[in-house]
Nanobody
Framework: QVQLVESGGGSVQAGGSLRLSCAAS????????VGWFRQAPGKAREGVAT????????YYVGSVKGRFTISQDNAKHTVDLQMNSLKPEDSGMYYC???????????????WGFGYWGQGTQVTVST
């Protein structure tokens, strides 16, 4: 059984940083596409960043470009999301998702169907 576990969420003031990690168990080696999504209360879920691990191609939603970085840590077997210069509008529940993409273009499309999801980790940014 595949499990994705997020960690690293918390509360910070605007301008601060957090680093989220996504660890996978089970048949994790079959995943070549990992994404971070977020959902704020009353809002739709939004794709924040994705990474095609075979080539390290990445996608970022416009509002986080230049502030967030998605990367894979092969030593820890995690996919991390470094979040800098955080803003109150970055607050929400952050979810890790994973899948096996046949094409890199699928992985870089946040609307594509990710098959496995974690339980989420809360990020709260205060003014």
């Amino acid at each position: 059984q595949v499990q994705l576990v997020e960690s690293g969420g918390g509360s910070v003031q605007a301008g601060g940083s957090l680093r989220l990690s996504c660890a996978a168990s089970g048949y994790a080696n079959s995943f070549n596409c990992v994404g971070w999504f977020r959902q704020a209360p009353g809002k739709a879920r939004e794709g924040v960043a994705t990474i095609y691990t075979a080539s390290a191609n990445t996608y970022y939603v416009g509002s986080v470009k230049g502030r967030f970085t998605i990367s894979q840590d092969n030593a820890k077997h995690t996919v991390d999301l470094q979040m800098n210069s955080l803003k109150p509008e970055d607050s929400g529940m952050y979810y890790c998702a994973a899948a096996n993409a046949n094409h890199v273009s699928d992985c870089l499309d946040p609307a594509w169907g990710f098959g496995y999801w974690g339980q989420g980790t809360q990020v709260t940014v205060s003014t």
